[in-house]
Every structure is written in C-alpha cells, then in structure tokens.
C-alpha cells in the first residue's frame, strides 16, 4: 500500500486538500495528514471543519470526517519524531494542497522550521515525488523564482488552476478537475473528470 503525506497550508483552497485526501482513502491509499496553524485557521474559515490541536483528537475528527479510521493518519506539525520526518520511513509522495507562498519559499531555501517543511525536504533527497498546490495570484518574481527552483529541484508544479473543457457544472467540478490533475501525477486511477476527446466519443 502506498504511503502519501498531504499537507494543508495556509492558502486559500482548503477544500482541494480535503477532497484529494477523501480520493486517496477511496483507493486504500494510506494518508498522513499535516496542517500548518494557519491551514488549521484558514481550513476552519473555509469550510468550517474545525480541527484540535492535540493531534489524537485531530486524528479523531478527521477520521470521522472522512469515514475511514484505517488508512489514515494525522502528524503535530511540529513532531520531528515521527516515520515520515525520516528518509529511512520516507513516504511515497508529499503533496502539499494547497501550498502557500510562504511554505513554498521555506522549502525553496531548505528550511525545516516544521514537519511539513521537512518531509517535503525529505522526499526531494530521498527522489520520491513533491508536489505542491499552489493557490495565489498573482505571483511575484520571487514566487516565480522559488517556483522554478523547486521544479529544477525535482518537485512537480501543479497550480490551482481549473479547466474548463471539461464543461464543469458545479464549484465541486471545478474541485474534482484540479484534484484529478493531482492523482494523475501520482499515478491513481479516478473518474473524478472527462478528459479532452471523452465528450466527442
């Protein structure tokens, strides 16, 4: 079974990290969850789930949220202690959904002030997939610079930026087109939106 780290940052599009998780325990995926204090702020806000700080009661809600005790697992984003802060218990992928501007420059500069920052660290030197969400606008030349580095670094670019030839309906189509972008890079099958060609067939 495969392990992937999803972390929820601070940047708008919580929900893009929420639904990714939801597609990932639907496949049997096993998933850690890390939430920087802003995610948990801007989570809260967004969508209204208000997650603890004690990581077992985190653990608790999101379990219950998502309906699925098993195959998930929840990280204090500041617990270094843990498996998947080591590259001997590196995770299969890192997704960072959504990823702020901040979190990407963190990373950009190597920095590993939290548990997020440090297992991205960990999957660019252990070359197991990075990929990061980002949702701002505009970007600055600094985000663009750090944006770049981080992709000649290896990690993949996936910004939060929907389709439309997939003819959405709903604000949940809009959602279900990004995340599918996010499973096609990390290999797993969904149905979650018509591809290009699929209308006319």
């Known amino acids: 079974m495969k392990n992937i780290v999803v972390g929820i940052t601070g940047a708008s599009g919580s929900i ?7 597609e990932l325990l639907r496949t049997e995926i096993a998933v ?4 920087t204090n802003a995610g948990r702020q801007v989570l809260k806000y967004e969508t209204g789930l208000n997650i603890a ?7 608790q809600q999101f379990s219950q949220y998502f309906n699925s005790p098993n195959s ?21 992928a890192v997704v960072v959904c959504p990823c702020s501007m901040g979190t990407v420059g963190r990373i950009a500069a190597g920095l590993s002030d939290n548990l ?5 660290d960990v999957a660019l030197k252990e070359d197991k997939k990075l990929l990061l969400v980002p949702r701002e606008t505009p970007f600055n030349q600094i985000h663009l610079e750090n944006l770049l580095h981080l992709s000649k670094a290896g990690a993949k670019i996936l910004p939060a930026m929907p389709g439309f030839y997939h003819q959405p309906e709903t604000v949940a189509d809009l959602v279900d087109f990004l995340v ?6 990390l290999g797993v099958e969904h149905q979650l939106f018509k591809r290009w060609g699929e209308n006319n067939q």
């Open 32 to 35: 850690t969850v890390l939430l």
């Open 72 to 92: 998930l697992q929840y990280c204090a984003i500041n617990d270094f202690f843990v498996p998947v802060a080591s590259g001997s218990s590196a995770p299969d």
């Open 180 to 185: 599918g972008k996010v499973l096609d890079n």
């Open 16 to 22: 893009y990290g929420l639904r990714l998780i939801e």
């Open 116 to 120: 997020l920052e440090r297992v991205a």
């Open 53 to 59: 700080e004690d990581p077992q009661v985190a653990l």
